[in-house]
């Protein structure tokens, strides 16, 4: 498994590869933006440490260039800048999560693994979570064998949560993700919730949509 870290600040970068390299990761590092991404394309990773603010070209813009390549390495980006609308604005241009410097190293890893999960989802194109299927292909769903019938936005905001699985995610997120742009408003979010709901968790013993008071919504198994 090979990952860059682009990352100007020499030792958040040193720490960060040797974490990696504790548990099996191969590192490679830039401190330049543009040279970062130019390896990116060049070589073949598994995933993308990015800071944000980089000298010659931020990591918003490295960003937005491997997803117009049609690149799909997962994206970590490191920032000091720990607004919403940053957040937001990393994953509407890809990135796969976002995390505030200054950050907990176990946090750090802890992401690292979920990204990998989700990146073998991906791949699969089917996800399960429990007795829960979602074929992102088709884009069908069934839970205990029996089919669930979505329209095209309570879909979207299924996979959404459930390609994050474990990761709460705020109404200003689901936001961005689900309606893209969209005019859109947090009581628009509750009300797809509680449909989906309705449909996915009602009948079943287990409930898989949990509401973070204050913050937002997570889909997570009962394993979890």
Same mark, same amino acid.
């Given at each position: 498994?090979?990952?860059?870290?682009?990352?100007?600040?020499?030792?958040?970068?040193? #720490?960060?590869?040797?974490?990696?390299?504790?548990?099996?990761?191969?590192? &490679?590092? @830039?401190?330049?933006?543009?040279?970062?991404?130019?390896?990116?394309?060049?070589?073949?990773? !598994?995933?993308?440490?990015?800071?944000?603010?980089?000298?010659?070209? %931020?990591?918003?813009? *490295?960003?937005?260039?491997?997803?117009?390549?049609?690149?799909?390495? /997962? *994206?970590?980006?490191?920032?000091?800048?720990?607004?919403? !609308?940053?957040?937001?604005?990393?994953? %509407?241009?890809?990135?796969?999560?976002?995390?505030?410097?200054?950050?907990?190293?176990?946090?750090?890893?802890?992401?690292?693994?979920?990204?990998?999960?989700? %990146?073998?989802? =991906? @791949?699969?194109?089917?996800? =399960?979570?429990?007795?829960?299927?979602?074929?992102?292909? !088709?884009?069908?769903?069934? @839970?205990?064998?029996? &089919?669930?019938?979505?329209?095209?936005?309570?879909? %979207?905001?299924?996979?959404?949560?459930?390609?994050?699985?474990?990761?709460?995610?705020?109404?200003?997120?689901?936001?961005?993700?689900?309606?893209?742009?969209? /005019?859109?408003?947090?009581?628009? #979010?509750?009300?797809?919730?509680?449909?989906? @709901?309705?449909? #996915?968790?009602?009948?079943?013993?287990?409930?898989?949509? =949990?509401?973070?008071?204050?913050?937002?919504?997570?889909?997570?198994? /009962?394993?979890?």
């Amino acid at each position: 498994m090979r990952a860059l870290i682009v990352e100007d600040d020499a030792g958040i970068s040193s #720490v960060v590869r040797r974490g990696l390299e504790s548990v099996g990761w191969s590192v &490679d590092t @830039r401190a330049d933006g543009r040279k970062g991404l130019e390896l990116a394309l060049e070589e073949e990773f !598994q995933l993308l440490i990015l800071d944000v603010m980089l000298p010659s070209m %931020d990591g918003f813009r *490295i960003c937005e260039e491997l997803r117009m390549r049609r690149r799909k390495t /997962p *994206i970590l980006m490191l920032t000091a800048r720990d607004t919403t !609308q940053d957040k937001v604005k990393g994953l %509407d241009l890809g990135a796969d999560d976002y995390l505030a410097k200054p950050f907990d190293f176990d946090e750090l890893m802890a992401r690292v693994r979920a990204l990998m999960r989700r %990146d073998r989802v =991906h @791949r699969s194109r089917v996800i =399960h979570i429990d007795n829960l299927e979602i074929d992102t292909t !088709q884009r069908t769903v069934t @839970r205990g064998g029996g &089919d669930i019938g979505l329209s095209r936005r309570e879909y %979207d905001l299924l996979e959404a949560l459930a390609t994050r699985e474990g990761r709460v995610l705020t109404r200003e997120i689901i936001q961005e993700v689900v309606w893209n742009g969209e /005019p859109a408003y947090s009581n628009n #979010v509750d009300a797809y919730i509680k449909m989906l @709901r309705k449909k #996915v968790d009602a009948d079943f013993e287990v409930k898989l949509i =949990h509401t973070i008071r204050g913050v937002g919504y997570v889909m997570r198994g /009962p394993e979890a």
